[in-house]
């Protein structure tokens, strides 16, 4: 298994500013994801985070908006940038050990933006 | 693109009495998954079912994959307050976990 950690939890951002979210996995994992779900709602796959290479984006997600990194097998970012009241949602970061196997996932990053 | 469709929305049900949630994807699946994600919490694995046909169990919830891959569901026999969540299935497209728009439990004692 693996325990992923995300900080910051939560934060109320001002419109036209951007956040960056951190995940740290305590074991080498081979795929790191992002994902985005609205309260209530179903989880929409952001990308998957590359170690040392550009992420794989989703449709409807570009570079520019979030972009992402991961330097190492254990970490990641999420940067949201020039944020709007529709990007308020709740980030999640997760990691899998490759193949068909689960994903783990952090508690998520709740953002406000007003 | 690739879809996970997912049904009910919503269940509200009286304790002990059963619930079922069901998948359905356009195409063929490499494997499904599925997740509780408890109030305020984050999604937890349940499970995985990988062949055709394939029925596993796990204590009072039994999980099913169609013969085709292209569905599954998840039965839980006299519901708890403990069994009060959101869950999700995923079908696994390559690499990537598509989830399904998830089923909300709520269970009333």
């Known amino acids: 298994s693996a325990v992923i950690s995300q900080k910051p939890s939560r934060d109320i951002c001002q419109r036209g500013t951007s956040l960056t979210i951190q995940c740290q996995v305590d074991s080498q994992v081979t795929m790191m994801f992002w994902y985005r779900q609205q309260p209530g709602q179903s989880l929409t796959l952001i990308a998957t985070a590359n170690q040392g290479s550009e992420a794989t984006y989703e449709s409807g997600f570009v570079i520019d908006k979030f972009p992402i990194s991961r330097p190492n097998l254990t970490f990641s970012t999420l940067t949201v940038s020039n944020m709007s009241p529709e990007d308020s949602s709740i980030y999640l970061c997760?990691?899998?050990?490759?193949?068909?196997?689960?994903?783990?996932f952090g508690e998520g990053s709740r953002l406000t933006v007003l | 693109g690739q879809q996970v469709m997912q049904i009910p929305q919503y269940q509200h049900v009286q304790e002990g009495e059963d619930f079922t949630t069901y998948c359905n994807s356009s195409?063929?699946?490499?494997?499904i998954q599925w997740y509780k994600q408890r109030p305020g919490g984050h999604p937890v694995f349940l499970i995985q079912l990988v062949k055709s046909g394939e029925v596993k169990k796990q204590k009072r919830l039994t999980f099913q994959f169609g013969e085709a891959k292209k569905n599954s569901s998840l039965h839980i026999t006299a519901t708890q307050t403990t069994d009060v969540g959101t869950y999700f299935c995923a079908g696994r497209y390559g690499n990537k976990l598509v989830f399904g728009a998830g089923t909300i439990l709520r269970v009333k004692s």
């Open positions: 195409t063929t699946l490499s494997n």
């Open positions: 997760s990691a899998g050990t490759g193949g068909p196997g689960e994903l783990f």
